[in-house]
Each structure stands twice: as structure tokens, then as C-alpha cells.
């Protein structure tokens, strides 16, 4: 198919996509648009039929697609690639009406799905050969079947992305279930690939809570891939148990950055507070505990304070804007109750107000609590939102302790002039992807996952790959 062909698709229209087809339902509901709080457009919430359909659909595209030449396959996703850039402009705008967030970062959003897709295409599917007198040993890896995908509300198209091209690429097929906060571009994207891809092997069933329960506890579903918060991720777990499906969880995070006295502190602030506060802090491996050498933390804070001020926060439609809205009323209401907990504690505030203003749309202003309590909910938990604490600390094994001190061990990060020294921090920090001399940006260029709570498993990158496959020990001996 020529990349310069027009589709029909409408950016006003959606529907779930079931064995290629559109479909709808009598049962719809809406998306918000948390810079205004009025509704999007109208989506089908799926039903369990709906379900069984895109199961069975997926049941029959799978084995040709499986019997596929990797090569062949990475050809179709390349081309899809091709494809897809027509449609950027629309997909930024409805991503700004279903997520708030300012328009540069949902055209970073958007773009990174090309190179999402071309670094995957750009990887083989590990194997190995061991011989010996007596034998040799093929370890391959084979698709698992079926897969689904349950995505969460702060990054919906790339997170759905995600999942989707290394479970094709690996040659399974995939069904996603977007959020019902943040449906529309996922729907979208899924809708466009079926230019592409044989009816039943990439598919999006929308729904609520139920249809999740539902994909978990579907015999013929042979691996959820879940990304989202730790309670849920523990649901998904229970129910999957029942048919012993394969699991990758990549849940919370109360992400620790420690700041060595050495840094160049008015270059480092202004990146720490980035991490504390991108999309929001609506992100799971944000920046969410600030340890500050106690020889610098004063002025430290001071350049965080100075440049937290500058932050600008509104609707996509404003302008220059860093930040958007909280995505949806539920999470705004618990980001506000750790407001609300810092100003009844008397808790320091070193910027932003102890009481959130109201108004059109669920905006939040950056805010950053000065040393509470190591017990303080705002330690302990993840906001999730624009909020972060900062502590000082003088001893680099208590700080590493502190920072551990937590069930959770998603990301870190590590800020020192000296290299080897932050390298030599970084590598004893319980977590699964920690960043020295940056805030936190997960690549696919590497497997993400987390340790502890933060989930089980891991996806992206080649290692990422063997978690949408089985490994197959072929034994020959010799005759």
C-alpha cells in the first residue's frame, strides 16, 4: 500500500475494532477533557461478546502469523510506519483533548511511536546453539498466541504502541483495552494498522473494569501485559493465576533522586524539578524523593523553588506551556488530599499553595514540600501528580538506605559531577531502570520493568522481546 494514500479514517468517530471491523455498542461513555471537564466523544464499552470475538479472531490470525518470516514481518510494521505519519497532526490533537497535556509533549508522544516501531524492527529474537560430544542444544524462542494489552491514562498511545509491536514483531497477535479515562487514540491507532495487518491479529476492546477482569480470566488468552497502579496490577495477577497466564506487571513507583554535593547546581535543579514534574508527575517512573547533600541543600532548593515558579500550567490551547491538567477527576481529587495532608501536618511548603484553587479543568500548580518526615504520606506513597519532597542527607550509605527503604523500585536517578562515583550509587539503588546525570526517560532501546512492587517481569528492547515468548529446547544427539 502507498504511504501517500488518504484513508477514511475520522478523528471524530470511534469505535472498538473487532476481526478487522468497526464496532460499536448500545453501551457507550465518555472521556474527559480535564482541561475543560467536558465530555469527548462517545466510545462502545465492550462486552464480554465483544471480547470472545476478538479472541476467536485472534485464534485464527495468529498461526499464519507466527508461520511468518520474522524479515516479512518487519517488513508489514515498517511499512505501517510509513503509513502512519499522515495521520500526526490529528492524532496530536485528539491525544491534547483526551490527555490535557501541552501540545510539544503530545507531539513527542506521537512521534515516538515511528521509532518505537523502526528500533524494534531493527532487533533479532535471541537464540542459542550449545554442542558437545554427545548432543547438541537450540534454544529458540516461539510466540505465545494470544496476547492483550490493558493500558493506562498517562501515556495512551505510546504505552499502547508498546505492547503492541514487540508482540507482533515477536509474531503474536494482540488485543488492547484502552483506558476508559483516555480511549480515543488508542482506539485510533489500532484503527489505521488495519491497513496493514491481517483481520484478528491487532484488535482494541474498550470497556470498564469488568472487561479487564474478563481478558484475565480468559482461557485462550495466553499473556496480559499490564502497565499501571500497583492495587490493580495485584488484581490482574490473582485472576491470571487461574489459567496460569503469562504476566508482565510494570506498575507504581516512588522513584528516589540523589544529588551528590559536586553537582553544578544551577544546571542539575532545573533537571530534577523536570523529573518531579513531566506530564504533570503523572508518570510511573517519575522523580518522587529528592535527597539534597545537606552542604548544598539551601541553595539547591532555592534554584528548584526559582525555577518551579516559572512553570507554566494551562490547557494546550495557551501556548508555551510545561504542564497540563491532572487527566481525570479521580486522580485529581487524590493528588489534592496530599495537599491537604502536607497542610494539616504543618508541612513546609517550599512553592505552590497548601490549598489547590479551583476552576475550569483539574490544574494543579507545582508544588514542593520542604523535609517532611520520613513516616509522611508524601514520602511513603506516590501523588502522582505535581508534588515532591526534598530532604537533606550527610551520609551516603543512610541515604542509599532511605532511598531503598521502600516496597517499591520502579526507577532512580543519581546526579554527580563525579561519573564513576554516581555510577558506583546508581548500581546500589533496588530498582529497575536508574538513570545517572538525567531524570528519568525510559527508551526501547532497553528492557523496562520493576523491582519489588513495581511489577514482575519486563518489556522493550531484545531482552524485552522474550516477554511476549516461550523458550523451546530442541535436544538432537548424535547418532
Not at 448500545?26 to 466523544?41: A, K, M, R, Y
Not at 484553587?357 to 514520602?379: C, E, H, L, M, V
Request: net charge negative; with cysteine; charged share 25%.
Amino acid at each position: 500500500m502507498s504511504p501517500s494514500k488518504v484513508s477514511n479514517i475520522e478523528f471524530d468517530k470511534f469505535y472498538n475494532i473487532v476481526d478487522g471491523k468497526q464496532r460499536g455498542s448500545d453501551n457507550v461513555h465518555h472521556g474527559i477533557n480535564p482541561s475543560t471537564g467536558q465530555e469527548n466523544w462517545p466510545v462502545p464499552i465492550g462486552s464480554e461478546q465483544d471480547l470472545n470475538d476478538a479472541v476467536e479472531a485472534a485464534k485464527k490470525a495468529f498461526p499464519v502469523w507466527r508461520d511468518t518470516p520474522l524479515e516479512k514481518r518487519k517488513e508489514t510494521l515498517l511499512k505501517f510506519c510509513d503509513y502512519f505519519g499522515q495521520f500526526t497532526d490529528d492524532l496530536i490533537t485528539l491525544l491534547c483533548k483526551e490527555t490535557g497535556k501541552p501540545r510539544k509533549f503530545a507531539a513527542i508522544e506521537v512521534g515516538a511511536i515511528v521509532g518505537f516501531i523502526q528500533y524494534h524492527c531493527s532487533l533479532d529474537i535471541p537464540e542459542e546453539r550449545i554442542d558437545d560430544d554427545e548432543k547438541t542444544l537450540y534454544t529458540e524462542y516461539t510466540p505465545l498466541g494470544v496476547c492483550a494489552g490493558i493500558i493506562p491514562w498517562n501515556f495512551p498511545l505510546v504505552l499502547s504502541i508498546g505492547k503492541v509491536a514487540p508482540a507482533l514483531l515477536t509474531g503474536n497477535a494482540i488485543i488492547i483495552k484502552p483506558s476508559p479515562f483516555t480511549p480515543y487514540t488508542g482506539l485510533k491507532a489500532v484503527e489505521i494498522m488495519q491497513e496493514f495487518f491481517a483481520p484478528g491479529l491487532v484488535q482494541a476492546v474498550g470497556g470498564n473494569n469488568e472487561l479487564g477482569a474478563q481478558m484475565c480470566a480468559h482461557p485462550d488468552i495466553a499473556k496480559i501485559s499490564f502497565t499501571g497502579s500497583i492495587a490493580t496490577g495485584k488484581k490482574v495477577m490473582e485472576t491470571s493465576a487461574k489459567t496460569l497466564k503469562r504476566v508482565t506487571l510494570e506498575l507504581g513507583g516512588n522513584d528516589a533522586s540523589i544529588i551528590l554535593p559536586d553537582v553544578d547546581i544551577k544546571k542539575v535543579a532545573p533537571e530534577v524539578v523536570m523529573g518531579a514534574f513531566q506530564n504533570s508527575g503523572q508518570v510511573c517512573a517519575a522523580t518522587k524523593r529528592i535527597y539534597i547533600h545537606e552542604s548544598i541543600y539551601k541553595e539547591f532548593l532555592e534554584e528548584m523553588v526559582t525555577f518551579t515558579k516559572s512553570v507554566k500550567v494551562g490547557n494546550p490551547d495557551d501556548g508555551d506551556n510545561l504542564l497540563g491538567p491532572i487527566q481525570n477527576p479521580m486522580q485529581y481529587e487524590k493528588v489534592k488530599d496530599f495537599f491537604a495532608d502536607s497542610k494539616a501536618k504543618g508541612y513546609k511548603f517550599a512553592v505552590g499553595e497548601p490549598d489547590v484553587a479551583t476552576g475550569k479543568g483539574f490544574f494543579i500548580q507545582p508544588t514542593i514540600i520542604d523535609n517532611p518526615p520520613n513516616d509522611s504520606r508524601i514520602i511513603a506513597e506516590e501523588p502522582f501528580g505535581p508534588i515532591v519532597p526534598t530532604q537533606p542527607w550527610s551520609d551516603l550509605d543512610e541515604v542509599i538506605a532511605r532511598a531503598n527503604d521502600t516496597k517499591m523500585g520502579l526507577g532512580a536517578c543519581v546526579w554527580g559531577k563525579d561519573v564513576e562515583k554516581a555510577s558506583q550509587v546508581a548500581r546500589r539503588l533496588e530498582a529497575g531502570s536508574v538513570f545517572v546525570n538525567s531524570w528519568e526517560k525510559p527508551t526501547p532501546q532497553a528492557i523496562f520493568g520493576g523491582h519489588k512492587e513495581s511489577g514482575i517481569g519486563g518489556e522493550w528492547g531484545k531482552t524485552g522481546l522474550l516477554a511476549f515468548m516461550n523458550a523451546r529446547v530442541i535436544h538432537v544427539y548424535k547418532s
